[in-house]
């Protein structure tokens, strides 16, 4: 069965990121030394990071997407976000993954990514 006969039920559901962890502020910092090559924004601005997960243990798990499927950098725009991640004192571990849904749409962009961009 392919992706377009499966019932749609809806966006798949993004888990909240973990706002109330000690890191998460530096982990969004972090995000946000990563650029997309074609978008002088950083990548957390662009609405680009879904997820920030934060277990008990350290590990941080990130749900992310591209502005399009046939961006240039997919394949290595996973492992700059993780070499911004890793290095931050108290992270153990570090997974991104690349999600496709929801789709990102402009409408993701923060104020900032908007105003820089000239959207405002």
Not at 24 to 41: G, H, K, L, S
Not at 55 to 84: F, H, I, Q, R
Not at 114 to 120: A, D, H, N, Q, Y
Request: with cysteine; aromatic share 6%; charged share 20%.
């Amino acid at each position: 069965m392919n992706d377009q006969s499966a019932p749609m039920e809806g966006t798949p559901m993004i888990q909240p990121s973990s706002t109330d962890h000690p890191l998460y502020d530096n982990i969004v910092e972090a995000c946000r030394t990563v650029y997309d090559p074609e978008i002088p924004v950083n990548i957390h601005d662009l609405g680009l990071i879904y997820t920030i997960d934060i277990n008990e243990e350290s590990d941080v798990k990130v749900l992310m997407s591209l502005t399009a499927p046939g961006c240039p950098v997919a394949g290595e725009m996973p492992g700059w976000v993780a070499e911004a991640i890793e290095p931050l004192p108290g992270v153990k571990s570090v997974d991104v993954e690349l999600v496709w849904e929801p789709q990102w749409g402009m409408d993701m962009m923060s104020d900032e990514a908007r105003l820089e961009l000239g959207f405002m």
